[in-house]
């Protein structure tokens, strides 16, 4: 029998509603919701009638809800590309970034590499002023980040630098930052895709890195490889 | 809380799956977890049950945000459904007791929010204000039985117990509480036609 028709239609949308519903009934009546379209209608129309909750039963979930989701979903498949976001950081790095400038005061480092290093790659960030110079030692074992400003991490958050392989791929983290300007030792097998094509940007991580082993902060600082 | 509009387009985002849905179903857990999250504490009245029924209900979101018709229905009231009913599942499932007591003296109007909403059409702002003025005319326990109905997801049997009412008399306040609320909301849409 179809339940459209059916002279208790109204009072069965009001218990399903209500939630007293239950059971079989219950289960009748949802089947009749995806099969007949004039039940879904009219269900919608005492919907539309429903209060709407006050602000005062809010209560905020524990904050390991969310990343329990986004394990269990997979939703990283659906992020967008960090690569591709860093032509575009622009626009949402710069409030992110911002105080963080401010805070550390605007004096001016000259760029001047040590004679042994060369540079490879400019990182440019938020505003003209604001680079970072990335330089490789002459046995490729060190690189060295020199930033126009000095940029400190605050204490719930640190930098961390990716590597995006010239090839494509997932970006590989070199290194976890506190400060923009730092010395690292870099292991052989990075060193490697230190290559023309290749680029390097900065994230802003959680202090200690990203939780997930991928970029999870806006990107601050981005640009390629250029020797 | 963000705008019913700015929930849509997150919603729509979410459904697209493309590039950024993962960024809008964030945004949408970030805007009305904490409602939902209340919504669940109050039907199943323990935080890890409460805690499931969040994680299911956005589960179920992630999966049906496609279904979702963005010119028929509210939002938010799409998805606190979609959290009651399975908050509902859940207790059927749990024997869980409830013996906590209830203050039904401006429960109404602690529970809902009666104004219109900024972008509310002024059909659903009067409507809101008929369905408060309705539910004053019930007889008291016909409001009670749908209040704890709606509020704490009781069944015709946790009503008959917690009002210690034959279970016949709790349906019957069911019922016709419901049926009172229909005809005088759609005596006042008659009024304004």
Not at chain 1, 75 to 95: D, E, F, K, M
Request: charged share 25%; glycine share 8%.
């Amino acid at each position: 029998m179809k339940l459209a028709r059916d002279p208790n239609l109204d009072a069965l949308c009001g218990e399903y509603l209500l939630g007293t519903l239950r059971g079989a009934a219950r289960r009748r009546f949802e089947r009749a919701l995806r099969e007949e379209p004039l039940v879904a209608a009219r269900l919608r129309h005492w919907q539309g009638l429903a209060p709407r909750y006050s602000a005062m039963i809010e209560t905020p979930p524990p904050a390991s809800a969310w990343p329990r989701l986004e394990r269990e979903l997979g939703l990283s498949r659906y992020r967008t590309p960090w690569h591709r976001r860093v032509s575009l950081w622009r626009g949402w790095a710069i409030a992110a970034t911002a105080a963080a400038l401010l805070a550390v005061g605007l004096q001016i480092v000259p760029l001047k590499p040590t004679s042994s290093f060369a540079e490879i790659a400019q990182l440019s960030g938020p505003g003209d002023a604001a680079r970072i110079s990335a330089a490789l030692s002459a046995d490729r074992r060190t690189l060295e980040l020199r930033a126009t400003r000095p940029v400190l991490a605050g204490p719930s958050q640190s930098y961390e630098l990716w590597l995006i392989p010239a090839e494509g791929g997932a970006p590989v983290s070199l290194a976890v930052l506190g400060s923009l300007d730092a010395k690292l030792a870099l292991p052989a097998a990075q060193a490697a895709r230190l290559t023309r094509g290749a680029k390097l940007a900065v994230s802003v991580e959680p202090a200690g890195g990203s939780p997930t082993g991928a970029p999870t902060g806006p990107v601050l600082f981005a640009g390629a490889i250029e020797v | 809380m963000r705008s019913d509009a700015d929930i849509k387009r997150l919603l729509l985002a979410t459904a697209a799956r493309g590039e950024g849905a993962a960024e809008a179903f964030e945004g949408l857990y970030k805007a009305c977890s904490p409602l939902l999250f209340g919504i669940a504490q109050r039907i199943v009245r323990r935080r890890e049950l409460a805690e499931e029924v969040l994680h299911d209900g956005f589960t179920r979101i992630w999966a049906a945000a496609g279904r979702f018709d963005p010119l028929a229905e509210q939002p938010v009231a799409w998805m606190a459904a979609i959290v009651r009913n399975r908050a509902l599942d859940l207790m059927a499932s749990h024997d869980v007791s409830r013996v906590d007591s209830y203050p039904e003296e401006d429960e109404l109007d602690r529970l809902f929010d009666w104004s219109p909403a900024a972008d509310d059409s002024v059909d659903a702002g009067r409507a809101s204000r008929w369905l408060r003025d309705c539910l004053g005319e019930l007889r008291p326990q016909e409001r009670q039985a749908l209040v704890l109905a709606y509020d704490r997801g009781m069944s015709h049997s946790d009503l008959a117990a917690h009002l210690a009412q034959p279970l016949g008399t709790v349906k019957t306040w069911v019922r016709r509480g419901l049926a009172n609320l229909r005809s005088c909301v759609e005596e006042c849409m008659g009024a304004v036609r």
